[in-house]
């Protein structure tokens, strides 16, 4: 059964620092996995996806990793601001069906 | 725009009351779902479907039904019989299963007392 983890559960960080959210999943056979942002009271906004034949991923100051092997991505978040505050979701598509598997999510705030 | 739209955005209910949270979607897209989310959990599938007048039970099916008459709207009941029905509600579509990035609307959260 695909479990999907994610360390730390909350992470406090001053503006500018670089950081990185782990993900880990049980396991390898996936199509994708998916890293999304959620706003409190909001739905979840899709970052970045990384097929499973990917190694990463890169939007803006956002980068993320993908090692099926290991079962573990990361998210890169360079040069941290405020806005970036906010609780970060990872999900893999197993392969073979439409289910997703979600994490608990990383709770995310940045002091200015 | 294309998206997916919920409504309402907070719904309140008494217990014993069925209700319908509503979900379109104008992104083409043949699939959606139904999850539900909890303070400090991941998100829990309770329904899906991957094609009109189609759909499957997730993980947590027990008290809730849907229908999906038209491509673009996946309405979801809570039934009276859902022992816990309070949290947020989020509908979310994709291309297919397989590949496909997910989309989500912004949520309904029900509360019921």
């Known amino acids: 059964k695909q479990e999907v983890t994610q360390i730390p559960a909350a992470l406090s960080v001053p503006e500018g620092e670089n950081l990185v959210l782990n993900c880990s999943f049980t396991d390898s056979a996936i199509y994708n996995l998916q890293w999304f942002r959620q706003d409190p009271g909001k739905g979840l906004t899709s970052l970045l996806l990384?097929?499973?034949?990917?190694r990463e991923q890169t939007s803006g100051r956002l980068n993320a990793s993908l090692d099926k092997s290991s079962g573990r991505s990361t998210l890169y978040i360079a040069a941290s601001q405020p806005g970036d505050s906010a609780t970060y979701l990872c999900?893999?598509?197993?392969?073979?069906?439409?289910?997703?598997?979600f994490g608990a999510g990383t709770r995310l705030f940045v002091k200015a | 725009d294309g998206g997916i739209t919920q409504s309402p955005k907070y719904l309140f209910r008494k217990e014993g009351q069925n209700v319908t949270l509503s979900c379109e979607q104008n992104?083409?897209?043949?699939?959606m779902y139904w999850y539900r989310q909890d303070p400090g959990q991941g998100l829990r599938l309770i329904y899906y479907?991957?094609?009109?007048?189609?759909?499957q039970k997730g993980d947590i099916a027990e008290g809730y039904s849907v229908s999906r008459e038209k491509k673009e709207s996946f309405p979801l009941t809570v039934t009276s019989a859902q022992k816990n029905p309070t949290a947020f509600y989020l509908c979310a579509s994709s291309m297919g299963g397989g590949p496909y990035e997910q989309y989500f609307g912004p949520g309904t959260r029900l509360t019921v007392t």
């Open positions: 479907s991957q094609i009109v007048n189609d759909f």
């Open positions: 992104l083409n897209h043949d699939a």
């Open positions: 990384i097929q499973s034949s990917q």
């Open positions: 999900a893999v598509r197993p392969v073979g069906g439409f289910k997703t598997i």
